[in-house]
């Protein structure tokens, strides 16, 4: 149980930070939570870094 919200978490907050949201939405979750903002960008910083790199090959 506690994987999978684990895996939900990923998925929901990697669509949202690499595909959806804009640079203003970044900037004002950073400024209400940065701790969990920063948390998770640093906890899944390969996976950004692999979709920022797959859509510039497109």
Sequence with gaps: ???MEKEME???????Y?????TEEI???KRINKEALER???EYS???EK???SRRLY
């Design 1 to 3: 149980m506690v994987m």
């Design 27 to 29: 900037e004002k979750a």
């Design 40 to 42: 998770l960008i640093n």
């Design 46 to 48: 390969d996976e950004i």
């Design 10 to 16: 990923k998925r929901n907050f990697l669509n949202w």
């Design 51 to 53: 979709i920022n790199k």
């Design 18 to 22: 690499c595909l959806y949201a804009t």
